[in-house]
């Protein structure tokens, strides 16, 4: 998200019990992800694929009760358990109490809301993501351009396993120098696939039959390559796991080693993450953000602060703003802010300043890798936007790890 297009850096460092992943660029992190490095690894984590057993349905919030672990109950929206597989009974197309199925969590649990599943089964790469419950086919990123569609819907190892299951190009295939890579890694992911639906009804009740990677594996994964051009860890155990995976045989994979200046402090990160926990994110101007939290949505208010400037007010306006949307994009990202959020920007009276802040931000939003978008620049002069939820909120990951350490 910086104007001069510099590519950053992956850091993976521990800190006090916690594996912080990070995209660090120019002093700043542009996404952070926190992982409890004293929880089980056998814990129920997304991404991971059980075999279920239903504890009770309620048709009047359209949801079914899952155990996928004794005394681990989650959530499975109806609408997310068509075509269920079902491996106690022969399956009729209807779900009941008792009903043993495939199911894999996509939704942590958090606050008064217990884990959520599917029993649409997905497994993912770098490159691709390979979905079972879904129709057939071959979607491409949004994100990369009509010349993939062309480059990817033609090869026909990726049509052979479209036949069988849902195959997504993700947009990190365009830094792709092979595409042998790509389909190779679709080979895979489709051979993991069809060896968990071969096992899944010879399973006992509860058993895990997929366990996801560590989430700094996924971190990576998320992150868009052409935002970094080096990944750096201090932990021997992670650079290990990181140089047996072949997602970045293109990205160099270093191993940093020096105990009078660890890599935490090389950059600050103690300092940064202390930053995205407070309320208020300075500019270089000297305006500031306010950043409030609530339960129905995240608020954003755009203040002067100490910015001074001989220009026209409007000006000064519109130039304040411009600098806000570009560290509200990135703190949106960086404390993985999502749902409704509104901004109150410094008040303009040209209505074309409003429209050019608009584009602005739009373009910004479009480089997050999570879906986000302007809705829309209420009466009151009030941006609304929506990112969607796809993890915890940075604060809410924090306060987990605490508690564990408790």
């Known amino acids: 998200m910086q104007a001069n297009h510099k590519k950053g850096k992956i850091l993976i460092v521990e800190l006090e019990g916690r594996i912080f992943s990070i995209l660090h660029c120019q002093n700043q992190i542009l996404s952070i992800h926190v992982e409890n490095v004293l929880l089980n690894p056998e814990a129920c984590r997304i991404g991971n694929l059980y075999v279920g057993k239903i504890r009770n349905i309620s048709t009047n919030i359209g949801a079914a009760f899952v155990e996928v672990k004794k005394g681990f109950l989650t959530f499975l929206p109806l609408k997310e358990a068509k075509d269920a597989i079902v491996t106690n ?8 109490p008792g009903d043993e199925l495939l199911v894999q969590i996509v939704r942590e649990p958090a ?9 649409k089964l997905s497994l993912s790469g770098a490159y691709v993501v390979i979905e079972y419950g879904q129709r057939g086919g071959i979607r491409i ?5 009509t010349k993939y569609h062309h480059i990817y819907e033609n090869i026909e190892p990726l049509q052979e396993i479209a036949k069988r299951f849902s195959l997504i190009i993700r947009t990190n295939a365009a830094n792709v120098e092979d595409v042998t890579d790509v389909v190779q890694e679709a080979e895979k992911l489709a051979g993991q696939m069809e060896k968990i639906l071969q096992i899944g009804d010879k399973r006992t009740c509860y058993s895990c039959l997929y366990q996801s990677e560590p989430e700094y594996v996924t971190f990576i994964r998320n992150c868009y390559q052409s935002e970094y051009d080096e990944i750096i860890t201090d932990q021997k155990e992670i650079y290990e796991k990181l140089c047996g995976l072949a997602d970045w045989k293109d990205i160099p994979i270093r191993y940093y080693e020096d105990d009078r ?6 950059y600050s990160i103690e300092t940064r993450i202390q930053e995205l926990r407070g309320k208020k994110v300075w500019l270089k101007s000297g305006a500031y953000l306010v950043i409030e939290q609530t339960e129905a949505l995240i608020a954003i208010d755009v203040n002067t602060g100490k910015y001074e400037s001989r220009k ?6 519109l130039k304040i703003n411009l600098e806000a949307a570009e560290a ?5 990202r960086a404390r993985n802010l999502s749902g409704m959020i509104l901004v109150d920007f410094i008040n303009m009276k040209e209505k074309g300043h409003y429209e050019q802040l608009m584009e602005y931000m739009k373009k910004l939003l479009k480089k997050d890798s999570v879906p986000s978008y302007v809705v829309d620049i209420t009466g009151l002069g009030l941006m609304e936007i929506t990112r969607q939820k796809k993890n915890k909120s940075f604060a809410e990951q924090m306060q987990n790890c605490l508690l564990a350490l408790q």
């Open 89 to 96: 009974r022969k399956a009729d197309g209807k779900l009941k």
């Open 111 to 119: 606050k008064t809301k217990i884990a959520g599943v599917s029993a």
């Open 141 to 145: 990123s949004s994100k990369l351009g």
């Open 261 to 266: 200046l660890p890599l935490y402090k090389l």
């Open 312 to 317: 026209a007010q409007e000006e000064t306006y």
């Open 328 to 332: 509200i994009a990135i703190a949106l």
